[in-house]
């Protein structure tokens, strides 16, 4: 059986007009993508469909998190994703081929199936550091170890800075 089945969203009966559907992912949606940025972690999919007589829109909007390491602290953190993405389909002959950001699909599909396009979303959602305001959690995940050596200096020893020193020599 197909692991993706549960992403397909039938299309043949739905009439024109907008639709709505809510789709999680979790780790074991992840698992079946070799190689996958996300390997743990959970993501809500709101997903508006426009569908008219010449194409269809989705409207996505997902937000949730993911296991990551703090590239602050290298503690493991819920790292908050939230995103909205849109896709177009439009009816062609070619089945799969896409133009930047449309896709076509032929007139008789009778389903299209969003998963692909739901891992996408969410690699693409990713930040390029994983790093986010944990000081306000009730209780924050960091690896204060780590961040002790981050900021070693206390304020008595900000004032005695090498850089006080050569401002004294620029003044003689």
């Known amino acids: 059986m197909n692991a993706f089945v549960a992403y397909s969203i039938p299309i043949k009966?739905?009439?024109?007009?907008?639709?709505?559907?809510?789709?999680?992912?979790?780790?074991?949606f992840f698992s079946h993508f070799e190689d996958s940025p996300?390997?743990?972690?959970?993501i809500q999919f709101e997903l508006d469909l426009d569908k008219r007589p010449d194409m269809l829109i989705f409207d996505f909007s997902l937000s949730g998190f993911t296991k990551a390491e703090c590239d602050r602290c290298t503690a493991t953190?819920?790292?908050?994703?939230e995103d909205e993405r849109e896709l177009i389909v439009k009816y062609g002959e070619a089945d799969g081929e896409e133009e930047d950001?449309?896709?076509?699909?032929?007139?008789?599909?009778?389903?299209?199936n969003v998963a692909r396009y739901l891992y996408e979303f969410s690699v693409?959602?990713?930040p390029i550091t994983n790093v986010y305001e944990c000081q306000n959690d009730p209780?924050?995940?960091?690896?204060?170890?780590?961040?002790?050596?981050?900021?070693?200096?206390?304020?008595?020893?900000?004032?005695?800075?090498?850089w006080d020193a050569l401002n004294d020599l620029k003044d003689n």
């Open 101 to 112: 950001e449309v896709v076509f699909i032929h007139r008789e599909a009778s389903e299209f």
């Open 139 to 162: 209780n924050p995940p960091c690896n204060f170890d780590i961040l002790k050596y981050l900021n070693p200096e206390t304020d008595e020893q900000k004032s005695d800075s090498v």
């Open 124 to 126: 693409l959602a990713l």
């Open 38 to 42: 996300i390997e743990e972690g959970e």
């Open 77 to 81: 953190i819920d790292l908050p994703l």
């Open 13 to 28: 009966g739905l009439k024109v007009g907008i639709h709505h559907f809510t789709f999680i992912v979790d780790s074991a």
